[in-house]
T-cell receptor, first 116, second 111 residues
């Protein structure tokens, strides 16, 4: 089946620094990728949708200058948390879709970000 | 946009008990319906899906039927196991659209 790989799985960074999270589709071309943030009590919030070669579409309330998303190729999207603060600590999950794979979305294994 | 309402958790069951997790949705057109499962510390995995009305999705003993008249897609399993302990997410989606998830339902199965 289709595989989405997310890296790193865990990262700890200092306040004020930036962190990049990568999301790769390993065996299919992902025309669309999504980034989610998971809050305590498991609520999943869609942050943004990115299409290859174009700017990401951010959900209301998500700061695009803080959460930079780049979808430079059909197999890679990156989320950069800029000037991270402790309140950015969370579990971030990416997912990817491909038109040839019907409507299903494939999810990465998630990244646990801790800002100290 | 699409939205989903799921049964509030957490749910705690004894092994071999019957499980139902309710899910109702709002969506435009004729969405496909999905149940995803998240095991501790991991991302989401597809559990089952149904793409049109009256379809039944099934996997690993879990079932859900696409009920367009009641806009529901309730998840059921006849006999749960400890290994089923996880968080379950219901989501409708149309092709090319985003998945909007609700809060999910946490299930704990005790021996």
């Amino acid at each position: 089946g289709a595989v989405v790989s997310q890296h790193p799985s865990r990262v700890i960074c200092k306040s004020g620094t930036s962190v990049k999270i990568e999301c790769r589709s390993l065996d299919f071309q992902a025309t669309t990728m999504f980034w989610y943030r998971q809050f305590p009590k498991q609520s999943l919030m869609l942050m943004a949708t990115s299409n290859e070669g174009s700017k990401a579409t951010y959900e209301q309330g998500v700061e695009k200058d803080k959460f930079l998303i780049n979808h430079a190729s059909l197999t890679l999207s990156t989320l950069t948390v800029t000037s991270a603060h402790p309140e950015d600590s969370s579990f971030y999950i990416c997912s990817a879709r491909a038109p040839t794979l019907n409507t299903e979305a494939f999810f990465g294994q998630g990244t646990r970000l801790t800002v100290v | 946009g699409d939205s989903v309402t799921q049964m509030e958790g957490p749910v705690t069951l004894s092994e071999e008990a019957f499980l139902t997790i309710n899910c109702t949705y709002t969506a435009t057109g004729y969405p496909s319906l999905f149940w995803y499962v998240q095991y501790p510390g991991e991302g989401l995995q597809l559990l089952l899906k149904a793409t049109k009305a009256d379809d039944k999705g099934s996997n690993k003993g879990f079932e859900a039927t696409y009920r367009k008249e009641t806009t529901s897609f309730h998840l059921e399993k006849g006999s749960v196991q400890v290994s089923d302990s996880a968080v379950y997410f219901c989501a409708p989606t149309n092709t090319g659209n985003q998945f909007y998830f609700g809060t999910g339902t946490s299930l704990t199965v005790i021996p």
